[in-house]
């Protein structure tokens, strides 16, 4: 313990004692800060480097490596981009159409729905008719046959 602290004290004198030690530290950690600095941009500087060369790779072009022009690498991704808004585009337009195409169907089919709902609804009160006019002897004539076809929907026979 005793040399410890005697070793602390050597150290704290020689900071303490002399200008030039202190500045010299200053220095020396100025140093070590700007290294790291450094160091981290290196490693930024490599990260982007591998990112430009993956998203080049990936567009289908060679990235011709870092402080080179990129103009094949940024054409060739700008092509890209471009044929995908433009499909993009044409696929917005193909199921606009068909959302339109399909709507329009849907209002036909309700409008074909609501026209065959009122001939059945005629058809049966046609056939109640036909029933209220039958004969008390339970024959049935030709327009009763007509009601029933109406009813099942079928169309009347030719004559």
């Known amino acids: 313990m005793a040399k410890l602290t005697a070793i602390l004290k ?15 530290i200053a220095i ?39 402080g080179k022009k990129v103009d094949a690498c940024t054409q060739r991704i700008a092509d890209l981009v471009a044929f995908e808004r433009q499909t993009q585009a044409a696929t917005s337009t193909i199921l606009g159409e068909a959302v339109e195409r399909q709507a329009t169907k849907s209002a036909a089919d309700t409008a074909l729905a609501r026209t065959l709902a009122a001939r059945r609804t005629d058809a049966a009160a046609q056939m109640e008719k036909a029933d209220a006019q039958i004969a008390p002897d339970d024959r049935v004539g030709p327009d009763w046959f007509d009601s029933l076809n109406r009813v099942a929907g079928l169309r009347p026979p030719g004559r």
């Open 10 to 24: 050597t150290a704290w004198g020689l900071l303490t004692g002399s200008r030039e030690t202190v500045l010299l």
């Open 28 to 66: 020396a950690g100025a140093a070590a800060a700007l290294y790291a600095w450094g160091a981290t941009a290196r490693k930024d500087r490599d990260q982007l480097q591998a990112w430009a060369e993956k998203a080049c790779l990936s567009a289908g072009a060679t990235f011709p490596g870092a």
